[in-house]
T-cell receptor, first 111, second 112 residues
Framework: EDQVTQSPEALRLQEGESSSLNCSYT??????LFWYRQDPGKGPEFLFT???AGEEKEKERLKATLTKKESFLHITAPKPEDSATYLC????????????FGKGTKLSVKP | NAGVTQTPKFQVLKTGQSMTLQCAQD?????MYWYRQDPGMGLRLIYY???????DKGEVPNGYNVSRLNKREFSLRLESAAPSQTSVYFC???????????FGPGTRLLVL
């Protein structure tokens, strides 16, 4: 069964304490992996798209990496404003309907 | 650019009532999508439209219908609302299927 699993479900960090979020997937024919940030009561906000193993992308304190089985979202020296739920989504196969979202990791950064 | 807009923002329905959720995008995107988001379930695809004039079922299409009115607009209709359809509904659009999807602010629907 095609699946996308995010871990941990929730993560509490102190300001400045770096960490990583994981997104593992079991799909055939990966065509793209997306990371989104979602704040309470709002729609997901796009962060990164990764297309092939070995690819990395960075934006401010965030860095996304991709292997053949998983992706990591590394957060360096987080600030309270980085608190949000981070969603991973995998696009695979030949149909445009083949997009699976993980359940997300809720990140809290305390000052 | 407004991006993806959705109306209404919040709606309360009684069981059996019908309603249409509206979505519009001003990014000249070809593909549009409707998702629902429930606690503990993540985002699930209801219907999508790969291009103007086409629509296809996603993971959870039962109880819903869609219309791709033109390239900009994609509506979702609940013909006879049920409490199980209480959820937050998101519309999204992308240049094409493989490209990044951009989401609207959501519609919060409560069915009593």
């Amino acid at each position: 069964e095609d699946q996308v699993t995010q871990s941990p479900e929730a993560l509490r960090l102190q300001e400045g304490e770096s960490s990583s979020l994981n997104c593992s997937y079991t799909v055939s024919g990966l065509r793209g992996l997306f990371w989104y940030r979602q704040d309470p009561g709002k729609g997901p906000e796009f962060l990164f798209t990764l297309y092939s193993a070995g690819e990395e992308k960075e934006k401010e304190r965030l860095k996304a990496t991709l292997t053949k089985k998983e992706s990591f979202l590394h957060i360096t020296a987080p600030k309270p404003e980085d608190s949000a739920t981070y969603l991973c989504a995998v696009f695979y196969g030949g149909s445009q309907g083949n997009l699976i979202f993980g359940k997300g990791t809720k990140l809290s950064v305390k000052p | 650019n407004a991006g993806v807009t959705q109306t209404p923002k919040f709606q309360v329905l009684k069981t059996g009532q019908s309603m249409t959720l509206q979505c519009a995008q001003d990014m000249n995107h070809n593909s549009m999508y409707w998702y629902r988001q429930d606690p503990g379930m993540g985002l699930r695809l209801i219907y999508y439209s790969a291009s103007e004039g086409t629509t296809d079922k996603g993971e959870v299409p039962n109880g819903y219908n869609v219309s791709r009115l033109n390239k900009r607009e994609f509506s979702l209709r609940l013909e006879s609302a049920a409490p199980s359809q209480t959820s937050v509904y998101f519309c999204a659009s992308s240049v094409s299927g493989r490209e990044t999807q951009y989401f609207g602010p959501g519609t919060r629907l409560l069915v009593l």
